[in-house]
């Protein structure tokens, strides 16, 4: 059974960082997309960034929304089985609920944004940005 798990949600102050975890288990990084979404009260969800592993390389394709371009980092440990969204110079704009996904798919691209194209999800960690 496949299962993602976040962590490391919490309160900061503008300014601050945080990094998210996304916990997998049942299925390994390789042939894998593993996304980060987010969700704002009354919006819609928005991917926030992708990392994307080809079934020979365990060095993954990263991808990043517009929102968080050079404010974030995703990264993995693939001994850990484990995602990471590190997030620096956090704004007020940027709380919302995190959610992970992941797909088993052969080539990534331009679609890492799009909601259907994800198989798995986590239930989503809080992050509140204070001003």
């Known amino acids: 059974e496949v299962q993602l798990v976040e962590s490391g949600g919490g309160l900061v102050q503008a300014g601050g960082s945080l990094r998210l975890s996304c916990a997998a288990s049942g299925f390994t990084f390789d042939g894998h997309a593993v996304a980060w979404f987010r969700q704002a009260p009354g919006k819609e969800l928005e991917g926030v960034s992708c990392?994307?592993?080809?079934?020979?390389?365990?060095?993954?394709?990263?991808y990043y929304g517009d929102s968080v371009e050079g404010r974030s980092t995703i990264s993995s440990d693939n001994s850990k089985n484990t995602v990471y969204l590190q997030m620096d110079s956090l704004k007020p704009e940027d709380t919302a609920v995190y959610y992970c996904?992941?797909?088993?798919?052969?080539?990534?691209?331009?679609?890492?944004?799009?909601?259907?194209?994800?198989?798995?999800w986590g239930q989503g960690t809080q992050v509140t940005v204070s001003s």
């Open positions: 996904a992941a797909v088993w798919t052969p080539s990534y691209g331009s679609d890492w944004d799009t909601t259907d194209e994800y198989d798995y």
């Open positions: 990392i994307w592993f080809s079934d020979d390389s365990t060095e993954g394709t990263t």
